[in-house]
Each structure stands twice: as C-alpha cells, then as structure tokens.
C-alpha cells in the first residue's frame, strides 16, 4: 500500500502542464509510436519543441539502443535449423 501511495503522489509530474482542451505532447507521441494515431501529417504545433529535444537529444537514440538490444536478444535465442532457408527482417517501428 505504501508504494502505491507514494506512486499516487508522483502522478501529477506526470501529467501535462498545459491549458485545457490542448495537446498532451507525451500522449500524443505514444499514440503515434504505436500506430494509434492513423495518418497525421504534422506535429501539432505546441509539440514541435518537445518532438525536437526528443530527437535531437538523449531521448530517441537512447530509445533506439534499447529496442535494438531486446531484438539482439531475441534473435541471439533463435533456434535455427540452418538449411540457409531462414530469414529475419529487422523492422522496428
């Protein structure tokens, strides 16, 4: 009960600061990262700049290291029947 009372008061940190009726930037990302927002053609205005530091800073290379370490992983416990008939497309959205 105490760690979820402790996560309860970390909520609100994570909740966006912006006005009502506006964007949730984070939200926003999830929701096209996986592929549940269909056919946006823009980021939305008020995301530009949290879109920018996702990607030019720490964030998006460190976000690329760690789903290409799990795909190592997992293709590393492949069991192969080595016929030379086996391929893997390493495709990571």
């Known amino acids: 009960t105490s760690h979820a009372d402790s996560a309860r008061g970390q909520i609100g940190l ?3 600061h ?4 506006s964007v949730s930037c984070p939200s926003w990302r999830l929701a096209v990262e996986t592929n549940n927002l269909c056919k ?3 980021v939305p205005q008020e995301c530009k700049d949290y879109v920018a ?3 030019l800073g720490k964030g998006h290379p460190q976000d690329c290291d760690v789903a290409t370490a799990a795909a190592l992983e997992y293709a590393k416990s492949l069991k192969l029947v080595e016929d030379g008939k086996d391929v893997w497309v390493f495709d990571i959205d």
Request: aromatic share 16%.
């Open 40 to 42: 946006w053609t823009l």
């Open 53 to 55: 530091r996702y990607m």
């Open 14 to 16: 994570l909740r966006s």
């Open 18 to 21: 912006s006005p009502a009726g």
